[in-house]
């Protein structure tokens, strides 16, 4: 039952799409950050941790979307880690509740240098629609130092891959050229 | 006296609501362990009183009670789903239940600017935070396996305290509230329309029903039903969630036992369904469509069409992979007899949805209380007796198989006319139900003159699965709780609020 389905899928194109190239104002505002910060370069390939500090979980549908046969995420260089320790990138949803912020500001303690944070959707932005409650710290930047932002709500998958790639483009050795790995590349 | 007897002989305040005296409440728990068959729906509070939400099947339509004061009578030793709810009640309104064997804080991990938020005048915090306390355990050779709030994979956040002997978990114990939003604070006086986004935001993954579920109440308390293409098309979108989540969870827990393919495939399935939720509904998860007093936007003829097309390629082949599930006896091997929730435990916790169908419970709220459209159109609910991770998974299969069917029927009965009937500005009570892909999840709100918000309440069915999730786990290893925790997976955003 499995085999021939193996087998065909084998033989078959990837069913991978194309992503466009991350926007020139995105990356250059990278890349002078990271020059700015630390000026070390991490290679092609980032390794990211996902920490949900407060999301309602639609965020996390679209982050674990980014892995699926459509949009394979991995084929880039960008893979989800286990543990901050493991991380280059902390991609964090959702508004900061106050509950979470303690083990945010950890997380984020735990990430070795150099490391960057992606605040991903309206809720890590800004607090999003639920800014301003008691219970809420504010945004991603209310706890740890933001690098990009990706609004949306949620952002879509192609979106959250856009801003990702953005961050390899910053990091990519100069002179500086497109996303690794194009449309449906190995 | 029986405990709908008790709770009917007090006076009615609201349709479906009755003030008991203090005494009349102190009652209840007797009278509800008299009645086994009265379902429990949910607990919470208000500015000083008490609300518990009951259904008996006799009367199929909900019952709520209230009783005025800052403590109450608890009700967990008689249902004891409504433990959590009462803890959560203590700390979000400052109401207590005085008698109850759990007082420890739930949501209030000591760091909110106030205590009980929702108060009249929420005090300010004073001294140092409560340490979370676990139960204890005793015996020889148990060692504590904290886990969490951070999990190892794109997951929301929670505490997870295992207590294990050599490899076997004697006790897990779930600590959950980190992602507190403050949501029914937040939704206090808004009109619905102001506060339906809120809703949407209880729990990402079901923010169609828990939409309609908070319309649907609005539109209860203001006597103005929705228009009938509406519903149909509320009902479109409920359908195609659950098929989404389905086909996703389904992927899920194969890739839990190490079995990576069905994920991959299931993952391109449910990509094929938000694709075409975005092509016509405008948003892969449908978020914000409903609205107080119908949708947010109306069908086109090709948009009905391209969900038919998308429901076809997923027809032609979901049988195929239910054959690999089937036949991989490594798979049937992590699956069969793991995690197992005893049926008459679901049925005391009052758990809906795939965990209480997969434990014998069949309960279904499109069935009782029922409502709009699925009155009118014929459809299978799965009800299987293992309780292991198998027969939610079973279950799950059987519900894509439904919501297939429905979706195709529903697009077919689908009536012409307006999409939206404004809700008039008036004061008014209202309780709906509606069936998640998790389960029935429930909403109740009350407007002032004024027609804002003046009383809430949101009950996700998780309430009542990461109990059973407790209870599923015991004797069964570590290795196999990530398995058995996404055959029942509860909504972290959906309890915590
Ligand atoms: S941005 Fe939207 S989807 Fe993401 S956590 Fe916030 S409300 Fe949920």
Redesign the pocket.
Known sequence: MLWPRLARSLLSRPIAESVAPPPDGTVAALVARLEAAAGTRLGRSLSIRHVDA??????EL?VHATSNLLHDLERFGLRFVASPRHADVLLV???TTRNMAEALAIAYAATPDPKWVVA?????VDG???KGSPAVAGGTDAVVPVDLLIP????SPMALIEGLLALLAANAPEPKKGPAGQAGGP | MSATALIRSAPQVAPQRHLLSAEAWAALPAALIDDPEMAFLGLWAGLGCVHAAFLHPEDGVPLIASCLGDSYASLALARPGAGLMERAARDLWGVDAVDAADRRPWLDHGRWPTTTPLAARPPPREGSAPQQMFRPVEGEGIHIIPVGPIHAGIIEPGHFRFHVQGEVVVRLEVRLGYVHKGTLGLMLGKSPRAAVPFAA?VS?DTTVAHAIAFCRAAEAATETPPPPRAIVLRAVMAELERLANHLGDWGAICNDAAFAWPLARAGLLRERVLRACEAVFGHR?M?DRVLPGGVALDITAEGAATLRAMLAEISAEWPGLQRVYESHASLQDRVVGTGIIAANLAARFGAGGVVGRASGRGFDARRMPGYAPYDAVDFNVPVLPGGDVDARVRVRVAEVDAAIGLIHRLLDTLPAGPIYTPLPIRAGEGLAMVEGFRGDVLHWLRLDDGGLIEACYIRDPSWFHWPLLEAAIEGNIVADFPIINKSVNASYSGVDL
């Open positions: 407060g999301s309602c979980n639609g965020c679209e949803t959702g508004p991903a959707g309206d809720c890590a999003g629609v639920f949306g709500c949620p952002p | 935001r990402g998860l978020m």
